[in-house]
């Protein structure tokens, strides 16, 4: 068996520690008297990295041996978060590193909080593609990510006078967990013309010509599994001007600075994430990124499989590709390109190498962020790419005109080209005919989009292209190394931490659920989590908030389909409720403290709006003497990764609120359970699979059905809309400027009242209110309360991202782990 210490981690702590010093005094040119908690970090994260890139190297070796089916994962974001911790959590030496650190003078945990998150994404979806690379490197399957190396991830958060502010994140600065490749680069073409020859069999031959080059370099992260040697790979490109003659000879002509702008306008491509969630801008820079990001990684794919001198035809049994929502499109069309136009394929045969290779995940319904490309821009940018296109479409609307002879409809409705002024090319019916699954990431979610915005692929495809993959989260982060003793605690019941690789094995926990002592432990440990979270709010917005109090959390990314709006509405109801009371009657109620986090899209003038309500609410209530610890309001600014890891584990109820039909799973509510925090939420997303496996009794559920949604927006627009009686004294508050210039918030007010209530605020508004008091109700009796927490950790098994990746491994890629002991 594997023991950590062969190679992916320190014989003993004495290693370790002679590596740290090492690194301070070489790699980083300090004396160890000058050693601050940064160089501390910085030469602790050096030595595990040169641990982890040894198992790096054996993994590679072991899955070329292994001559096995490998899997590719493309997606524009990863929401890494720090890696240190996990990585010493991954190779069971985070203890070992403690007593080291500790002997030089370090707390591990303030080490630790020295590192930069790696920001990579915007929320859910490049979250989910963090999680999912810890599980396939966990269960040794043979794996890469693709991605792009953002020079700035998505912007930090500040709020200054209640509004957002973004501050641009540089975090390359010092990076030890990437590997530059300087040898590893791909030549990326754009622009240029299609040369069409005939040649002696009459066939067309196409050739992209000319355009510009620009240079992609690979940078690799290694991706540690845990307790397993396998250490996976995650593959970033950032863009660099090519080396050609061109910029030399302008340089040398004197042409200086266009030399110079040539460079930048290379090293543009990877310069920044798009910070936009849930919705398309359309914009030329964002196609340029994920063209370039996808070709460079299949000509990474092909060279690789090329090397095995494999006939084309087993492409697919070698490789599986999957395109994490529409932004990796163009790979599909990319690929069918280099097999008739570089490799000589006919059409067919590519075709079938190309459908069989791919699997497409969806991520929404939420029609403002279905990518759309209009024609112009790709045949401007990828001429080439533009004619397959066509061509695929033409193929595909042959077999639809075949099955459905005469149906026009049918065929203007699943055309991949949109019949509008421009043309537009529908990006989600390219990744569906293009693939031979799709998946959605919840049923429910699943159910939409076969129901609804693809239901003429499943009469043209048949049922089984389509498919469900609930999501999942990984146990490693977000219970592991994000509530530690919780870990412990559970570990100590289930007979160590099995659970952390199975977590069904948390069904044990069941057991003991009248345990005096295992009870009180549970408790100390959520308060613990939660006067920590008190410190950080304390320090950072200046609010004293009581642990006691319950804690009440909304953080994921602002949206009117989440619907911040109706929780902070709710908020100022209650407020305005306890104002009401007598002196006596308050006394009666249950303390709460309202806690926000989330960034809006910097062009999102609703989202931004809700942030600014938020804390103009706050800083009333806070300051209200009558009011004192009965309710606070807080935005904590800068939500991300680690902050998710200190927040999560201290919540009593977190809120997953969305319009019914909206989100399409969530993850964070899955990660709530597993802290030992309830849910309010709406049926929606998993949300109601959470509810299959805690049981009703421990969800607080509100709110219309999905089923609903339709007729209540269309009665809303039949003339006699009526807002609900408590959220129109929620409104006359706000109008009468107790919240500061109501101007600042009409048009959330109007968005309700005047503009049809598309996510349904007024119309769950007064069954969120009942809801919340359900929920303050249960709260007062404790020990039902954890009671309820207990019993629904315990049946949160089902939601490890280990389970959802088995899943697509055996439903979707047809791929298989690989035995990690055999060349011991
Ligand atoms: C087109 C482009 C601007 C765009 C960029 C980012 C479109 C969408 C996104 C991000 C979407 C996203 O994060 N979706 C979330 O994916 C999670 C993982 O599947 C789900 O849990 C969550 O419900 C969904 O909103």
Request: hydrophobic share 40%; charged share 25%; net charge negative.
């Amino acid at each position: 068996a594997w023991t950590k210490h062969q190679v992916g981690g320190f014989k003993d702590k004495d290693a370790f520690e002679s590596e740290v010093v090492r690194h301070v005094e070489t790699t980083l040119a300090r004396s160890l008297y000058n050693c601050d908690e940064t160089a501390a970090y910085s030469a602790t994260a050096l030595a595990f990295r040169d641990r982890l890139i040894l198992e790096w190297n054996r993994t590679q070796q072991r899955q070329t041996f292994s001559d096995s089916k490998r899997v590719y994962y493309l997606s524009l974001e990863f929401l890494m978060g720090r890696a240190l911790d996990n990585a010493m959590l991954n190779v069971e030496q985070k203890d070992l590193a403690k007593d080291g650190l500790a002997e030089l003078g370090f707390r591990v945990e303030d080490v630790i909080q020295q590192e930069h998150d790696a920001a990579l994404g915007n929320g859910g979806l490049g979250r989910l593609a963090a999680c999912f690379l810890d599980s396939l490197a966990s269960l040794n399957y043979p794996a890469w990510g693709y991605g792009l190396r953002y020079r700035y991830g998505i912007f930090k958060q500040e709020i200054i006078d209640g509004y957002q502010v973004e501050v641009p994140d540089y975090w390359l600065d010092f990076n030890p967990w990437e590997f530059p490749r300087h040898d590893v680069t791909v030549d990326i073409q754009f622009y240029g013309k299609v040369l069409t020859e005939t040649n002696d069999k009459g066939n067309a031959i196409s050739q992209w010509e000319g355009g510009e080059t620009v240079k992609a370099v690979a940078y690799d992260v290694p991706i540690p599994g845990y307790a397993t040697p396998t250490t996976n790979n995650l593959r970033l490109w950032s863009s660099k001007a090519a080396s050609g003659e061109f910029d030399f000879q302008k340089f040398n002509s004197g042409e200086y600075e266009s030399s110079v702008a040539d460079q930048q306008r290379a090293e543009t491509i990877s310069a920044v994430l798009y910070p936009n969630d849930n919705l398309d801008r359309g914009k030329e820079l964002r196609l340029k990124q994920q063209y370039f990001w996808v070709a460079a990684s299949l000509y990474d794919i092909v060279r690789r499989f090329k090397k095995t001198r494999r006939p084309w035809r087993e492409f697919p049994d070698q490789v599986a590709i999957q395109l994490n929502d529409t932004h990796p499109t163009l790979a599909i069309v990319e690929l069918q390109r280099i097999l008739i136009d570089l490799e000589g394929l006919e059409w067919d045969e590519a075709w079938n190498i190309v459908v069989n290779t791919f699997g497409y995940t969806n991520h929404t319904v939420l029609p403002e962020a279905l990518e759309k490309w209009s024609v112009p821009l790709i045949e401007n940018l990828l001429p080439r790419h533009l004619q397959i296109i066509y061509d695929i479409n033409l193929y595909f609307l042959q077999t639809v005109e075949r099955d459905f002879p005469g149906d026009s409809d049918l065929l203007r409705d699943v055309s991949i080209v949109e019949e509008s002024e421009p043309k537009m090319i529908r990006m989600a019916y390219l990744a569906i005919v293009g693939s031979h699954k799709v998946n959605g990431v919840a049923e429910l979610h699943s159910e939409l989009i076969r129901t609804t915005i693809f239901k003429d692929f499943v009469r043209i495809f048949g049922p089984d292209k389509f498919t469900n993959v609930t999501n999942g989260i990984t146990p490693r982060r977000w219970l592991h190394q994000a509530n530690p003793r919780l870990s412990e605690l559970i570990a100590s019941k289930t007979g160590g931490h099995g659970f952390l690789k199975d977590l069904t094995a948390l069904n044990k926990l069941e057991l003991y659920i009248d345990d005096k002592d295992f009870r009180k432990e549970w408790a100390e440990i959520k308060y613990a989590n939660k006067v920590r979270l008190a410190k950080h709010i304390k320090a950072t917005t200046g609010v004293t908030v009581n642990p006691a109090a319950l804690f009440d959390v909304q953080v994921k990314r602002i949206h009117e389909y989440k619907r911040q709006q109706m929780n902070i509405f709710g908020a100022i109801h209650r407020y305005l409720e306890l104002k009401a009371m007598s002196p006596e009657q308050r006394q009666k109620q249950m303390r709460r403290v309202s806690i926000f986090g989330g960034k809006a899209a910097p062009g999102y003038w609703m989202a931004k709006q809700i942030i600014h309500l938020i804390n103009s609410v706050g800083a009333v209530v806070n300051n209200d003497k009558d009011i004192g610890d009965l309710l606070k309001v807080v935005f904590l600014e800068d939500y991300n990764v680690s902050k998710a890891e200190m927040i999560v584990p201290a919540s009593d109820i977190s809120e997953h609120i969305s319009t019914a039909g909206t989100e399409a799973s969530g993850t964070s509510n899955m990660k709530f359970v597993l802290n030992g925090g309830l849910i309010i939420g709406t049926c929606d997303g998993a949300n109601i699979e959470i509810t299959r496996e805690v049981s009703q009794d421990n969800i607080f559920l509100f709110g219309h059905l999905s089923e609903e949604v339709d007729d209540l927006r269309y009665a809303h627009h039949s003339g006699d809309h009526v807002v609900d009686p408590k959220l129109v004294g929620v409104f006359e508050e706000i109008e009468n400027g107790r919240f500061g210039n109501p101007k600042d918030f009409s048009d959330l007010i109007s968005a309700v009242r005047d503009h049809g209530d598309y996510y349904l605020v007024s119309d769950d508004f007064s069954s969120y209110v009942d809801s919340h008091a359900a929920v303050d109700e249960a709260y007062r009796d404790q020990e039902g309360w954890i009671t309820k927490c207990i019993t629904s950790v315990s049946r949160m098994g089902f939601f490890s991202s280990d389970r959802c990746i088995n899943e697509y491994a055996e439903g979707i890629w047809n791929v298989e782990p690989l035995d990690t002991t055999k060349d011991k």
